[in-house]
Every structure is written in structure tokens, then in C-alpha cells.
């Protein structure tokens, strides 16, 4: 994490069904997605992966595809998703109040998103403005 704190990630139901399908991927290494090497795939690989399916996309856009999806279809509170994208609130005095990781709440958010994502299939949807 950019800000070296802790941050706990609620993970939807077909997130964890995907984390155990995977465990099959485990090389000596343990880890779930390891690179061919058996070492942790660089931060490079998905930017590399998504520009050779020939998409005209940066993996930063999977962040805000989830942003925009949140502000623009759901009734989940601004702070939540902020909350889920690990972003800070920059207003000191809030934040000494805001001890919360809205755990709960984000979980619930997440597992809506996949819902979301699942009933697509696949598809992309363009959301928000041109």
C-alpha cells in the first residue's frame, strides 16, 4: 500500500471461489498467482497482459470502472467506496474522528460489484460520459 497502513479487502464470494481454484496454481512458492519463474508476478504483468488481448485500456482503469460503477448505480455512501479504494481523507480533522474501516459496509459493496460484474459476463459496459 502507497500509504504503508494496513488495508483489509472484504473479498465477495466468487472472489474466494476463485482464490480456491487457484490454490491449484501453487508452485514451491505458495503463492496464488505465481509468474512462470515461480516468483511474484512484477506490477508490470497485468498492464502487459491487457495491452496483448488488444485492449485500449490501463489496469488503473479497473479502479475507476469500480469508482464510477459505485457513484453511478448504487446508493452506497461516497465514503465507502473511497474506503474500498483505499483512499485517505484529507480533512485532518475528520479523519482523527473516521477510525472505521467500514469493513461491513464494504463487504456488502463488494459483493454487489461482483453481482454486477457476473450478470455481464464478460461484457464491457461503457459507464458514465464519452
Not at 469500480?66 to 473511497?82: I, L
Request: proline share 4%.
Amino acid at each position: 500500500m502507497k500509504m504503508k497502513k494496513p488495508h483489509r479487502v472484504p473479498l465477495s464470494d466468487r472472489a474466494l471461489q476463485i482464490l480456491k481454484e487457484a490454490e491449484a496454481l501453487r508452485g514451491a512458492s505458495g503463492l496464488i498467482f505465481p509468474s512462470m519463474r515461480d516468483k511474484p508476478l512484477s506490477d508490470m504483468t497485468l498492464s502487459k497482459l491487457v495491452k496483448e488481448l488488444g485492449f485500449d485500456a490501463h489496469v488503473h482503469g479497473f479502479r475507476t470502472s469500480f469508482r464510477t460503477w459505485a457513484q453511478e448505480q448504487t446508493n452506497f455512501p461516497r465514503e465507502v467506496a473511497e474506503a474500498a479504494l483505499a483512499h485517505v481523507i484529507k480533512d485532518k480533522s475528520e479523519a482523527a474522528y473516521a477510525r472505521s474501516d467500514m469493513f461491513e459496509k464494504r463487504r456488502k459493496m463488494m459483493e454487489s460489484w461482483a453481482s454486477y460484474l457476473e450478470a455481464r459476463g464478460g461484457e464491457v459496459v461503457a459507464l458514465g460520459k464519452n
